[in-house]
């Protein structure tokens, strides 16, 4: 079974950047895309970028400039980096698989984290 | 950018009731349409893809139906754990994934 694992600080300065890791476990990064999303508190969902094992990126038009998404398939993980943080970016960030199968329409987030809650303030 | 509009936002329900939650699109998507629950203090957990292919092991009182531009999801009848958030997400602009705004399943 597929598990993965968010891990970084809860605590971010307005304007620092905010780092994220995500480890999987119980199963091999390769073959995948990987992606995060995010939750205000109280609110709906964001999705905010995509990489693929090989490196191949996607992001969010909204966030692009201040996002970076990156792997390590020797550690079996992936990250988020977000600069030039304000209050709106305070959410729960959630990794998840973003899986492409070979199906007509069946492109699906089908395994998440637990998410880790990250606040911006001073 | 594809804007996904769920309908309603919110609804009141009673176990063994039959609830159906409307998602629309604002161009069509053909079949990339994903349903998630979410729980208090929970991740989302794939429940439908591909607008009606039942994810594993979910139960099969939920029913996802639709293509183009209008979807929905039903459960046929609802047992407590079923009280939840339901969000539906597209994946046909992989240029930029879109949720909708979600439906708050409460009794």
């Known amino acids: 079974q597929v598990q993965l694992q968010e891990s970084g600080p809860g605590l971010v300065k307005p304007s620092e950047t905010l780092s994220l890791s995500c480890t999987v476990s119980g199963g091999s990064i390769n073959n995948y895309y990987w992606s995060w999303i995010r939750q205000p508190p109280g609110k709906g969902l964001e999705w905010i970028a995509y990489?693929?094992?090989?490196?191949?990126?996607n992001y969010n038009p909204s966030l692009k400039s201040r996002v970076t998404i990156s792997v390590d398939t020797a550690k079996n993980q992936f990250s988020l980096k977000v600069s030039a943080v304000t209050a709106a970016d305070t959410a729960m960030y959630y990794c998840?698989?973003?899986?492409?199968?070979?199906?007509?329409?069946?492109?699906?987030?089908?395994?998440w984290g637990q998410g880790t809650l990250v606040t911006v303030s001073s | 950018d594809i804007q996904m509009t769920q309908s309603p936002s919110s609804l009141s329900a009673s176990v063994g009731d039959r609830v159906t939650i409307t998602c629309r699109a604002s161009?069509?998507?053909?079949?990339?349409l994903n349903w998630y629950q979410q729980k208090p203090g929970k991740a989302p957990k794939l429940l439908i893809y591909?607008?009606?292919t039942l994810q594993a092991g979910v139960p099969s009182r939920f029913n996802g139906s639709g293509s183009g531009t209008e979807f929905t999801l039903t459960i046929t009848s609802l047992t407590p754990e079923d009280f939840a958030i339901y969000f539906c997400q597209q994946s046909y602009s992989t240029p930029k994934l879109t949720f909708g705004g979600g439906t708050n399943v409460e009794i």
């Open positions: 998840a698989r973003f899986n492409i199968t070979g199906i007509k329409g069946g492109r699906f987030f089908d395994y």
């Open positions: 591909a607008a009606s």
């Open positions: 990489v693929h094992y090989t490196g191949g990126t």
């Open positions: 161009q069509t998507i053909s079949n990339y």
